[in-house]
């Protein structure tokens, strides 16, 4: 297991590398000044070139991206063009509740998925086709759309929730949970539907394989055959899309956040990527690919735990 | 029907259990929002936040009239009003400020001349797009605690508006020089920031300040709290549910706010823009005045006001009573048979040119397209994303562009858009009548006769249709009556966001 651990991190290493340099030449590529988009239709060519200057806008591109990546390394991911803030703090500011909305809805979408998968493969008929049918209204649905019914039912016809969501856990911990509950319904609800069809599909598959009935045949009772076997085999696929539903939730809690007003990572590179930010959206994105890169290290750690095979690979 | 009533109890089951949560959790938040009601809290929604509050910073008056205040303010008639001065006295050198004694800012450090001094140099030095119009402020000299003197390179008689401006608010010396302004706004206003009672990106609480110069009987709340709902859907649920009293909305929601009895909006006009005609120089698309105005003529002002249910038609950038106001300018009436007769004048020249348009005015721009196809003028239009939008659009680049012009006095369009050096004249061209009417207008300085001068001065620009077609868009304010009552536009005008905060009252009071 330890070598697993250190492979998956010496992998991820460059990945990160390339995802950061990406983005530097992505951001380089946009064409106009961040000059421009700082001071507005009123700016002179002299100003335009004062503030390029003290942004080091006019030095070399190699120049800016050895300096840009030497400061990361370090921690440090320079100062936002728009208030001078340093852009870790701005990102430790909006990142709690980014991942306390695409928790939630990890939660939501793990907790749900898997009891509706489950329900559907043991009992085929109606309720399978019932939960199909749930399932395909959970892919169909938008989860911007879906955010707003929920919000207009349950906040504001019965006043059940706030509208205004979010609360910092660490201030109030109750207002924190009642908070995120619909946010994370709205998040989670396609991807539920989407661990729910993977979920269905495999344990199907193990309720078919013969040491079920081996296992059934000796006697081992019918609730511990399906949670300690079938359903331990079923989540290793599932386990392995986590990875991939994680990357959607990160990109709908972006919408998703707007609907429930949650000060999240959405709002921030959303703005910094039109006010041409770039030392933020630069940030912002390898903050991000380090939290996608995170749960796929440690999703394969699970995997592994789940599968011996994969551990002696 | 059994697999029907079957495949409900799953469903059921779940959300009977996440409502049970809802129930149990959810009541807080309502017990919250009637509080308000009775605190004295006005709870108002610009949808976000600024991402500085130094002054200078792009700040839209929602946000920056709670904390802070100006040097002077214009009142609804565009006269010049003292707020933190009291007097002022301008000549082509200097603009000399007679500053209100006895204010402090909320951190204690007295409102003074120097810093006047601090913040005037702190937005002109600053990476901003209020920094331009302050370059003419050579220097600043504190004359003694409450006079100061601002030494101008050139005659400005729009210096004192500027002031006025979202632009130009006053903020703690102490506060700027530590760099701590930027996410704590240090004014000298009704209300002070409280971080304590803040939940940052979410609310942010501002309570009355004690030693507020006007005293407290010229408020109504106690308390402003700031929220950040984003999503107009969003905003107009919570007005209606009272977690918020007040919010910038959108006519998509007029339909939900005029059902409730609770509910009732406002809208007065925040928003200019008009076409640029750029491409002016010798050679270019646009050089001969002939197939500008036959442009201006083939634009229907009428069926692009209908793009947008806030928008309004005007015949000139500014309004009846605004400095540059010309009654003469009646703008160009949509004639296509006069449009063709005109670039038949100009020997029908072949025009093509580029526009460039960003996702929220490229359908403005596809309409600018169809109708000037009529006349032969062949537009493209560019579509890009808003960054490349903001720092091309006016480059040079592209011969024609849609102008959003919020500049206010005649004086400061005019060095905008239309002087030969102007940054939004790129060809840098200007007639000499031009110049000449500007010249003798700003000679003039601030004395009666230039308002007559800046007429002749914003009658040429429509005669020689540098721009035309002005459309502007109005801004929507919703509140909820159970909680605020007395809202009404700031009289400081084209401000979006723009509520007078100290006239609000509690409702009921």
Same mark, same amino acid.
Not at chain 2, 306 to 309: D, N, S
């Given at each position: 297991m330890g070598k697993l651990i250190a492979y998956r991190l010496v992998l991820a290493l460059p990945q990160l590398a390339l995802v950061s340099l990406l983005v530097f030449f992505l951001t380089y590529l946009v064409p106009g000044s961040p000059a421009a988009a700082i001071l507005g239709a009123g700016a002179t060519p002299e100003s335009l070139a004062q503030v390029e200057s003290d942004l080091g806008l006019d030095q070399p591109f190699a120049e800016r991206l050895v300096e840009w990546f030497g400061a990361a390394l370090t921690g440090d991911l320079g100062l936002s063009y728009s208030n001078s803030l340093p852009v870790s703090d701005l990102i430790a500011e909006r990142l709690p509740a980014t991942l306390s909305l695409v928790g939630g809805g990890l939660v939501f979408a793990g907790v749900f998925g898997i009891l509706l998968g489950v329900l559907a493969a043991l009992r085929p008929g109606p309720l399978d086709r019932a939960i199909n049918g749930v399932t395909s209204l959970g892919l169909a649905i938008p989860e911007f759309w879906f955010g707003l019914i929920l919000s207009l039912v349950f906040?504001?016809?019965?006043?059940? !929730?706030? !509208? !205004?969501a979010y609360t910092p856990l660490a201030e109030d911990p109750a207002a924190w949970f009642t908070g995120m509950i619909l946010p994370s319904i709205a998040l989670g609800a396609p991807a539920a539907a989407m661990v729910a069809r993977q979920t269905r599909g495999a344990m199907a598959k193990s309720l078919r394989a013969p040491y079920i009935d081996s296992l059934t045949a000796v006697g081992v009772p019918r609730t511990r055959v399906v949670v300690r076997y079938a359903l331990k085999n079923a989540m290793i696929p599932v386990l392995a899309s986590t990875g991939l539903t994680l990357r959607i939730l990160i990109g709908a809690s972006f919408v998703v956040e707007t609907v429930f007003a949650v000060p999240g990572m959405g709002e921030l590179l959303l703005h910094s990527v039109i006010g041409k930010d770039f030392p933020v959206v630069q940030g912002a994105v390898l903050v991000v690919a380090v939290l996608v890169i995170g749960v796929n290290l440690v999703l394969d750690v699970g995997y592994g735990l789940l599968d011996p095979k994969v551990r002696s690979q | 029907m059994r697999s029907s009533k079957n495949s409900t109890k799953p469903k059921a089951l779940a959300l009977a259990s996440v409502a049970a949560v809802m129930v149990l959790a959810g009541c807080s938040g309502n017990a919250a929002s009637q509080d308000k009601s009775t605190s004295g809290t006005l709870a108002a929604n610009w949808g976000g936040f600024p991402e500085s509050w130094a002054p200078g910073a792009e700040m839209e008056a929602g946000y920056m009239r709670v904390p802070y205040e100006n040097l002077v303010a214009l009142n609804g008639q565009g006269e010049i009003i003292p707020v933190l001065a009291t007097k002022w006295e301008q000549t082509d050198k200097a603009l000399t400020l007679t500053l209100r004694e006895g204010v402090t800012f909320h951190d204690g450090t007295p409102f003074d001349a120097e810093a006047v001094k601090v913040n005037l140099e702190s937005i002109r030095d600053g990476? #901003?797009?209020?920094?331009g119009p302050l370059k003419v402020i050579e220097s600043v000299d504190a004359v003694d605690a409450h006079t100061v003197r601002l030494n101008l390179s050139e005659p400005t008689p729009s210096l004192l508006t500027q002031l006025s401006t979202r632009g130009a608010p006053m903020g703690s010396p102490k506060a700027i020089k530590a760099g701590t302004i930027a996410q704590t706004p240090v004014g000298t206003g009704p209300w002070a920031y409280d971080a304590k009672s803040s939940t940052k990106g979410t609310r942010m609480t501002f309570t009355y300040y004690d030693g507020y110069w006007d005293g407290a009987d010229s408020v109504g709340f106690q308390t402003v709290e700031l929220y950040a709902i984003p999503e107009d859907n969003a905003a107009t649920g919570a007005l209606a549910t009272g977690e918020i009293s007040l919010t910038d909305t959108e006519t998509t929601q007029f339909g939900r706010i005029e059902s409730n009895a609770s509910l009732k909006h406002l809208s007065y006009p925040a928003i200019r823009n008009n076409p640029m005609f750029f491409d002016r120089g010798e050679g270019g698309a646009f050089e001969d005045v002939r197939v500008r105005q036959a442009a201006c003529y083939a634009l229907n002002t009428e069926e692009i006001a209908?793009?947008?249910?806030d928008f309004k038609v005007r015949s000139q950038h500014f309004s009846e009573g605004?400095?540059?106001? %010309?009654?003469?300018? #009646?703008?160009?009436?949509?004639?296509l048979a006069k449009a063709k007769a005109l670039m038949a004048e100009a020997g029908d020249p072949e025009v093509e040119v580029e526009m460039l348009a960003a996702p929220f005015n490229e359908k403005q721009m596809q309409v600018y397209a169809e109708q000037l196809g009529k006349i032969g003028i062949k537009v493209s239009v560019q579509p890009a994303a808003p960054p490349q939008y903001f720092s091309q659009w006016n480059s040079g680049r592209y011969g024609l562009g849609l102008g959003s012009n919020d500049e206010l006095t005649p004086y400061d369009w005019y060095q905008a858009w239309f002087a030969e050096e102007a940054p939004g004249n790129p060809a840098h061209v200007e007639s000499a009548e031009l110049k000449k009417a500007a010249d003798a207008a700003i000679a003039a300085g601030a004395s009666d006769e230039a308002d007559a001068l800046w007429q002749d001065v914003t009658k040429i620009i429509s005669d020689e249709a540098l721009t035309c077609a002005h459309v502007a868009g109005e801004e929507l304010i919703a509140w909820n009556t159970k909680v605020v009552t007395d809202v009404k536009p700031s #009289?400081?005008?084209?401000? #979006? %966001?723009?509520?007078d905060y100290k006239a609000l009252r509690p409702a009921g009071e």
């Open positions: 906040a504001v016809q019965l006043g059940w !929730v706030p !509208v !205004v | 990476k #901003t797009a209020y920094a209908k793009l947008e249910p605004e400095p540059g106001y %010309n009654p003469d300018v #009646t703008g160009y009436t949509h004639d #009289t400081q005008p084209w401000e #979006t %966001n723009a509520i």
